[in-house]
């Protein structure tokens, strides 16, 4: 029986690559029945080392599934609903390979600063990633981002990928053809990640928003977060997104069409376009009319303030808006925040400041060093994440800031 369903699957692949050659680059891959895993495997185990939290279905249609404490219903182990998920992420996998090509030449390295926008990405060779990647859709959220690598994938220790102008995880796929898939320690990747045919792994603290999918693999993971981002887009219609400064303060305003099946909006802010923390939660009116908001931030950051909304449907499903932004000081400068710190990340802000590198010290008393880095400033109003080491105990702290012309900045942070 199992070699029937691996011929009809294998045809069906090859039935479908010409039909999808058809289809519109605007259309989302779809993953059918496997968009409900954030682990799936059509052939191989499924583990966890460690303590790994799995939001989403843990599945294999043919390997053992171990040390998971899930929720009763969350595994599928080798059943005629592991049956339909293998076969529709073979559908799924076709139909990105059938996409047309839009940039052929991208390097096999991914980050480090650059910044990319929609499209398909073609990778003749193994691909890794380093530091940071951004994927920018340009204000438009059904924008679709497919990177089609022919080898294994990798990232380095702490490498992000981080999503702008509206990006979405669900609209992201990472596939390799023949190759594996290894996301090396605390890396923070977005989208769906599909091995064909090939292991997929993770370090210990990686954080995931999407899937790890493999046709033909094992999948471990080692103290990992996964959350599987939904597929069905919410049926709300964002209108008139924009950040107006008022006096002192920021005017938050939206209006939106078909609110009837949205839970709550939640404001979110940032001060470098990266990382975002919660303003405010605010209910709908659930009408069908076109309905207004209104929000006013009386405490803005200094500088550039970068704002979206977290739109959260009745049956749990989000997207995001669009990020709007505002400088609202012209004057130069450089502040530190949160403050207190949680989470061992601090964020620098720097509002024309000297172009250069710059040193950042940090004390756990005036003299006694905890750590140096280093980070290079292009001259525009930035924002910069400052890991502090996670052995860090809770307490005061004194960041140091110097340029290269030996100016210095101290400011005393406390780290809970």
Excluded at 305 to 328: A, E, M, P
Aim: proline share 3%; charged share 15%; glycine share 10%.
């Amino acid at each position: 029986m199992k070699h029937f369903y691996f011929f009809l699957r294998t045809g069906l692949t090859y039935l479908i690559v010409f039909c999808f050659s058809l289809i519109s680059f605007a259309q989302v891959p779809n993953l059918g029945t496997a968009a409900n895993y954030a682990l799936f495997t059509t052939t191989g185990a499924v583990s966890s080392t460690s303590i790994s939290h799995i939001i989403g279905k843990i599945g294999s249609n043919d390997g053992a599934i171990t040390n998971f404490t899930p929720i009763v219903g969350q595994q599928e182990n080798a059943n005629i609903v592991t049956l339909q998920a293998s076969i529709d992420l073979a559908l799924a996998y076709a139909s990105i390979l059938a996409r047309p090509v839009t940039f052929p030449s991208h390097g096999t390295i991914f980050g480090n600063g650059e910044i990319l926008t929609a499209g398909v990405y073609n990778l003749g060779a193994a691909t890794s990633f380093e530091n940071i990647l951004y994927l920018d859709a340009e204000g438009d959220p059904n924008a679709i981002f497919i990177f089609r690598i022919l080898g294994a994938l990798t990232s380095a220790a702490g490498s992000k990928i981080s999503l702008l102008g509206g990006a979405s995880p669900y609209n992201i796929f990472w596939t390799t053809q023949g190759g594996a898939i290894s996301l090396a320690t605390n890396s923070e990747m977005k989208g769906n990640f599909i091995a064909n045919p090939g292991a997929v792994s993770t370090g210990d603290g990686c954080l995931i928003e999407g899937r790890l999918l493999s046709t033909t693999g094992a999948i471990s993971v080692y103290g990992t977060d996964v959350t599987a981002i939904p597929f069905n887009l919410l049926s709300s219609t964002l209108k008139d997104f924009h950040a107006n400064s008022i006096e002192d303060a920021i005017d938050i305003t939206w209006a939106s069409l078909n609110e009837f099946s949205l839970a709550g909006y939640e404001l979110e802010r940032s001060g470098d376009g990266r990382v975002f923390s919660s303003l405010a939660h605010i209910t709908p009116t659930s009408h069908a009319t076109l309905n207004s908001y209104h929000w006013r931030d009386n405490n803005p950051l200094h500088g550039i303030n970068f704002y979206r909304l977290k739109i959260t449907s009745r049956d749990g499903d989000q997207k995001y808006s669009v990020v709007v932004s505002l400088n609202k000081s012209g004057k130069q400068g450089m502040t530190v925040f949160p403050n207190p710190v949680t989470g061992h990340i601090l964020n620098l802000q720097m509002v024309d400041q000297l172009k250069g590198n710059y040193e950042i010290n940090i004390y756990t008393g005036k003299t006694d060093k905890l750590m140096t880095t280093r980070i290079s400033h292009n001259g525009s109003n930035a924002a910069y994440n400052i890991s502090i080491q996670k052995n860090a105990k809770p307490g005061m702290y004194y960041i140091e800031v110097s340029d290269q012309k030996k100016n210095k900045k101290t400011f005393k942070i406390l780290v809970k």
